[in-house]
């Protein structure tokens, strides 16, 4: 008897967290994993968060909080949007929620009926797919290659929009990828969309902080856009706070309330105490970030300069996020060590059983050529992880 709705029945696990879980599976039996496999900070969060957090709970921050957030951090927020992002939001713009995730499931169920279409450029962030299906949208993706440093083109963009496309999302320092889209590609990206004003964006810039390109740029800026794109971020990755649970949108008002309205049915506010602290992160001059930045600079380069070495392996240079997508289509149809690789999935089981190492097949991703690694990890657990990886492919 099968008593779980279709719903359910369609949508498809996590594969980052799935993957994760594995990972901690075979480490709990004792076998010597490397798991690259979640995107999380490896630091700790920065301890004048973890006060603000403290002093929170001393001042008896316990109760339900407002359903779009605490005021004082929709203020914060909108600071921090002008600040870093030249983006005029006012604190009705806002919805404060239990994760980005949160955000960008409120945005999927408040914009999208049966039968919309959402663009995604591929690789995309593995939950938008599940996200946009579960409230009924089709996604529809635009695949892109190492080659063009896994960025869409204006004219890929054009020929993807039909009668039926709602929306595009999109998310830049890109997960899996790591490109970052300048202000030049966003402008031409935009100058297509300027001809469909009914196409919305969805802006992910969770990773904003993690770019070593030395530019960041927000599409919502470039002119004709603002009123159509919803800027979502979080403090999830820049403030290593990925289990506090906070992220939050700048949208239309009419958007945001929607949003608000269907988190008063679901969650409710995000947690009191995350909320407090969340306001200390964004308040803070993101110079904070430098050394944590610098870090995952470092490890880049490590990574990427380790996997060139790989016969076969093809590689962009990332230039934000903690991920690299290496193109590992080459090994399709050989067999290792007794195992034919067929796909990604299979090169993926094969790291995990021949060198103990976790990654995520790029289908999860909308890219079945390629392979993500996190190097969210310590430069001693990179390098050990990629000489493995070399061996196991030797
Ligand atoms: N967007 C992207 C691109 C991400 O990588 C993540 C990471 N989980 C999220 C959104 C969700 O972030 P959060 O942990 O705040 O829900
Ligand atoms: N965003 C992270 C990742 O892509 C965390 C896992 C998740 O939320 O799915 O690995």
Same mark, same amino acid.
């Given at each position: ?128 797919? /599940?996200? *946009?299906?579960? +409230? =009924? ?11 063009? !440093?896994?960025? &869409? %083109? ?53 990773? /904003?902080? *993690?770019?070593? +390109? =030395? ?11 603002? !009123?159509?794109? &919803? %800027? ?163």
């Amino acid at each position: 008897m099968n008593f779980l709705s279709d719903r359910i029945n369609n949508l498809s696990t996590s594969q980052t967290l799935a993957m994760a879980a594995k990972a901690r599976e075979l480490k709990a039996q004792g076998i010597d994993i490397i798991s690259l496999s979640l995107g999380e900070p490896d630091f700790n969060t920065p301890d004048f968060i973890k006060e603000a957090a403290k002093k929170a709970i001393d001042e008896n921050y316990s109760t339900y909080t407002p359903v779009d957030g605490y005021v004082e951090l929709k203020e914060a927020i909108c600071k921090k949007f002008k600040r870093d992002n030249g983006l005029d939001y006012k604190p009705g713009n806002i919805v404060v929620s239990t994760g980005a995730k949160q955000s960008l499931y409120n945005i999927a169920q408040v914009m999208l009926n049966d039968g919309d279409e959402v663009i995604l450029p591929a690789p995309y962030w593995v939950s938008y797919f /599940e996200i *946009i299906k579960l +409230s =009924g949208g089709i996604p529809v993706e635009v695949p892109t290659s190492v080659e063009s !440093d896994f960025k &869409i %083109t204006p004219e890929q963009l054009e020929a993807a929009i039909t009668p039926k496309t709602k929306m595009m999302w999109f998310s830049s320092p890109c997960n899996p990828s790591g490109s970052v889209y300048n202000k030049e590609e966003l402008t031409a990206l935009a100058k297509v969309l300027e001809k469909y004003p009914n196409v919305f964006i969805v802006s992910d810039e969770i990773y /904003e902080h *993690i770019n070593f +390109s =030395g530019t960041f740029c927000s599409i919502a800026t470039i002119p004709g856009m603002f !009123d159509r794109t &919803i %800027t979502v971020n979080g403090v999830a990755k820049a403030f290593a706070m990925t289990g506090w649970r906070i992220g939050y949108i700048g949208a239309p008002e009419a958007i945001a309330k929607a949003c608000t309205k269907i988190q008063g049915q679901v969650t409710s506010g995000a947690n009191s105490i995350a909320q407090r602290a969340t306001i200390a992160a964004v308040e803070a001059d993101p110079s904070v970030l430098n050394t944590m930045v610098s870090a995952f600079k470092n490890r880049r380069d490590l990574v990427v300069g380790l996997m060139k070495e790989i016969p076969g392996v093809k590689l962009n240079v990332p230039e934000g996020a903690f991920y690299v997508f290496p193109d590992i289509s080459s090994f399709f149809g050989k067999t290792l060590r007794g195992t034919t690789i067929n796909n990604a999935e299979d090169f993926s089981m094969y790291l995990l059983a021949e060198a103990n190492v976790a990654t995520v097949t790029g289908d999860a991703f909308g890219n079945p050529n390629c392979l993500r690694l996190s190097y969210a990890a310590s430069e001693e657990q990179l390098t050990e992880a990629i000489t493995r990886i070399k061996e196991a492919l030797a």
